[in-house]
């Protein structure tokens, strides 16, 4: 191989050369373009940030044209009854995944605030049922059986008639 006959000054300058070459090979293929998509990332959410604003503050002045114009829709009514019917399209995605037969669903007016109460009848076997229960623990709403009433028809493998209530929470 070759070699070079190089004096301690030399040799150190040649070390400090190739260690400021390396610094600048890394600056320029590593670190600058990470800072161009941080710098890039930071003005989208600066802008974001902007636009958000900007919608929070034409809110504001909507709520208050409509009080005083008097234009309040009652929005606790209109969520609630969205809450509603999300909860019973999860209580019935439960019925049709765990195969339960659902006869009736009626709700109940005793509900507290805050929660949902609904009656539900239905028809089904033990491994359905158990089913049912398992779905409803996987569902994104928390949902309790406050009552459960089941009555056979004494066979070997019985058919269960099933009455429930359950509550809904949000």
Do not use: W
Not at 36 to 46: C, G, H, I, P, Q
Not at 57 to 67: A, F, M, P
Not at 119 to 128: D, F, H, I, P, S
């Amino acid at each position: 191989m070759f070699s070079l006959k190089l004096s301690t000054r030399e040799r150190n300058l040649l070390v400090s050369a190739l260690i400021v070459l390396l610094v600048y090979l890394f600056d320029s293929f590593f670190f600058r373009p990470i800072l161009t998509e941080v710098n890039s990332s930071k003005d989208k959410a600066r802008t974001l940030r902007l636009e958000l604003r900007v919608a929070e503050g034409k809110i504001r002045i909507l709520e208050t044209l409509q009080k005083k114009i008097g234009i309040l829709h009652d929005e606790t009514a209109t969520s609630r009854q969205a809450r509603a019917l999300e909860a019973l399209g999860n209580i019935s995605l439960a019925t049709t995944k765990s195969k339960l037969n659902l006869i009736t669903v009626r709700p109940v007016v005793e509900a507290a605030k805050g929660s949902l109460k609904f009656g539900l009848a239905c028809t089904g076997k033990y491994k359905n049922l158990y089913d049912f229960m398992v779905f409803l623990n996987e569902l994104p709403m928390l949902v309790i059986i406050d009552n459960l009433d089941c009555t056979s028809d004494g066979t070997k493998d019985p058919v269960l008639d099933i009455k429930m209530t359950l509550t809904a929470y949000y």
